[in-house]
Structures are given as C-alpha cells and as structure tokens.
C-alpha cells in the first residue's frame, strides 16, 4: 500500500514556472514507477509524465516535452514535476500516481495508486 501526497500547486502567471512534488509513504517507493497526470474541468484525465524505478528512464506526453521535466528522489520517497513556460491550457489538477508494474506508462489504468491532486492555475 502506498500513499501519495500532492504539493506544490498554485495560482502563477503565464510564462511562469512551479514545482510539484508528490511524497510517498511506505518503504517501496523505489519500485514503483511514479506518473503524474492532469485533469481540467470538463476533460478527461490526460498522462502528463512519467519516470521508472531507478529514474533513468522518462515519458513526457508529446504537449509537454522541453517544458516540463519529471524527477525522483528515492531516498526521499519523492517525486518531482518541474514546469516552466506554463500557459493558461496548463490549468488543471495535477495528480501523482504510483504502480509497480506499468503495462502502458500513458495510460491511467496502470497506475494502483492515486494522491488528491493538487490544482494548478495559470492566468494569462
């Protein structure tokens, strides 16, 4: 069982920059692949990004490459979404998710566990 705790999250202007973190509990962490996904209002939950066991490989949804960068720290039981150049579309709640074997990194229904979410606002 592993629990999932969003941060981070806020009101910043277009061309601006946040930094998620998701904090895990337990003492597995480092073998679950950790991703984050977003849902605005009125849309489907959409994979943003992703990053393996060890942290050597990541995913980004094709939208997001070169402006966010997705890291981990296992010692700390963290992971980290960093997002620069941020646009109103960004506008969403994020999520952290975990699962320890990925079938399809894109997909949703890989992931086993899920954090609250944390909103991000980006005002144009």
């Known amino acids: 069982q592993v629990q999932l705790v969003e941060s981070g999250g806020g009101l910043v202007q277009a061309g601006g920059s946040l930094r998620l973190s998701c904090a895990a509990s337990?003492?597995?962490?480092?073998?679950?692949?950790m991703g984050w996904f977003r849902q605005a209002p009125g849309k489907e939950r959409e994979f943003v990004a992703a990053i393996r066991r060890s942290g050597d490989s990541t995913y980004y949804a094709d939208s997001k490459k070169g402006r966010f960068t997705i890291s981990r720290d296992n010692a700390k039981n963290t992971v980290y979404l960093q997002m620069n150049s941020l646009k109103p579309e960004d506008t969403a709640v994020y999520y952290c998710?975990?699962?320890?074997?990925?079938?399809?990194?894109?997909?949703?229904?890989?992931?086993?566990?899920w954090g609250q979410g944390t909103q991000v606002t980006v005002s144009s």
């Open positions: 337990g003492r597995t962490f480092s073998s679950y692949t």
């Open positions: 998710a975990a699962g320890p074997y990925i079938s399809r990194i894109d997909w949703s229904g890989s992931y086993d566990y």
